[in-house]
């Protein structure tokens, strides 16, 4: 049995997650959404409020799970027996980070596979920061996450940010 790991912060997740989970889930038995519970990062969603958002946004994905860890992802994927780990990568610049952090992985554990699924050029300038700053202006982020994200989304901005 394949078991994938798509890890990432996900706050919140956007149209360009949403295709590579889509994509990720065809090539793996189970496919595990990770979310990296970071305290560095400056949340807009709790991590709860994460899960549900992206429970809401792949209710029709059979073979998902979705979990949160802290910690290293390699220990995480080590704990729930994963053969491959999934990234995306939307230009040159992610690719980078993305190698190094595959080739440590590979170090730390060399049982599992990093794989890049290459971003849907629709989706390629999207980032959940940048829905997080557009949003924070009041800017339309409907077509760029799905629609309970931007429900959501709205309701923060409302609320003050
Ligand atoms: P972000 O960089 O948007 O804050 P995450 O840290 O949640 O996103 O990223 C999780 C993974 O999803 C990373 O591998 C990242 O490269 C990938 N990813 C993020 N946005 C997109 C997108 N629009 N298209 C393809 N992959 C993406």
Redo the contacts with the bound molecule.
Sequence with gaps: MKVGI??????P?????I??IKRSAKLVDTLIVAI?QNTNKNALFSVEERIHLLEESCKDIKNLKIECFSGLLIDFAKQQNANLII????ALT?FEY?LQMAQMNKHLHSEIETIF????VK???????SIKEVALFGGDVSNFVPPIVSEKTLEKHKGGI
């Design positions: 798509y890890p990432g912060s996900f706050d997740v956007t149209n360009g997650h295709d590579i990296l990234r995306g990568l939307r992610d993305e699924l290459v971003t849907d989706y390629s300038f999207l980032s959940s920061s």
